[in-house]
């Protein structure tokens, strides 16, 4: 039998929610998928899973020289992200480098790891799963600014890997129904509705959007198209 059509996806978090939705749409496109997460993904939704807390950078550098031994990885997905809601006077400095390590540095240090393999290739996607709250939005100073600076790099990545047929791009969701959204908005509850109402779509995204996406720039017709930031929120930063 012959390897997968794509060759080898890794996502990191890719275990739940958005993840997960990434994840099965990459598999479902032909790729060979690799979730390294802490939390462990459904039965079926990847071909691979390594159990892994992205913030410990040893670890995180380790698995993904194994991976990089053994596996041809023509699309780093770097999805994973935490959230620590809080007014910038109550921000927490061990929540700064906990934001910083997990939402950041793990981006660089996948990159770093399955780059080379890319540029003998002569062809790799990396895609950073950033956010519309790079734009703004109150209660977020740590995620915006790790979000903001995932997207900063992934245009300086594009410049620099142009030339060896990577491209970087970023994907920027907002607002979308995961589990996680519902369990702390219940679907009849004013406030919830209050926050559909003003998506010019008027429905909340699904984690499924955010794949669609992901999947237009993992595409090899996706070549041409590099350093750039697609919003997937229902037009809610067009105003």
């Known amino acids: 039998m012959s390897g997968p059509a794509r060759g080898t996806a890794l996502i990191t978090g890719g275990a739940q929610g958005i993840g997960a939705a990434i994840t099965a749409r990459l598999r479902a496109d032909g790729f060979r998928t690799i979730v390294m997460d802490i939390a462990t993904p459904p039965e079926g939704v990847a071909d691979s899973f390594i159990q892994l807390d992205l913030s410990d950078a040893d670890a995180t550098r380790e698995a993904c020289a194994r991976i990089a031994a053994q596996e041809s990885v023509s699309c780093l997905v770097n999805n994973v992200g935490i959230v620590v809601p809080a007014p910038v006077e109550d921000v927490e400095l061990r929540d700064f480098d906990r934001l910083f390590h997990i939402n950041l540095r793990s981006s660089l240090i996948c990159a770093q790891a399955f780059i080379p393999g890319?540029?003998?290739?002569?062809?790799?996607?990396?895609?950073?799963?950033?956010?519309?709250?790079?734009?703004?939005?109150?209660?977020?100073?740590?995620?915006?600014?790790?979000?903001?600076?995932?997207?900063?790099?992934?245009?300086?990545?594009?410049?620099?890997?142009?030339?060896?047929?990577?491209?970087?791009?970023?994907?920027?969701?907002?607002?979308?129904?995961?589990?996680?959204?519902?369990?702390?908005?219940?679907?009849?509850?004013?406030?919830?509705?209050?926050?559909?109402?003003?998506?010019?779509?008027?429905?909340?995204?699904?984690?499924?959007?955010?794949?669609?996406?992901?999947?237009?720039?993992?595409?090899?017709?996706?070549?041409?198209?590099?350093?750039?930031?697609?919003?997937?929120?229902?037009?809610?930063?067009?105003?």
Not at 165 to 184: H, L, M, Q, S, Y
Not at 186 to 211: S, Y
């Open 118 to 239: 890319m540029k003998a290739a002569g062809h790799g996607r990396i895609v950073m799963n950033t956010s519309r709250v790079t734009l703004g939005k109150e209660l977020r100073t740590l995620y915006s600014a790790t979000k903001g600076a995932a997207q900063a790099m992934a245009r300086t990545w594009a410049l620099e890997l142009g030339p060896f047929g990577i491209t970087v791009n970023c994907v920027a969701p907002g607002p979308i129904g995961t589990d996680a959204f519902w369990r702390n908005n219940p679907p009849d509850a004013p406030r919830t509705r209050a926050i559909i109402d003003q998506i010019p779509m008027r429905r909340m995204g699904k984690p499924e959007d955010v794949a669609n996406a992901v999947s237009f720039f993992a595409a090899p017709e996706a070549g041409f198209v590099t350093g750039q930031t697609l919003f997937v929120c229902g037009g809610v930063t067009t105003g």
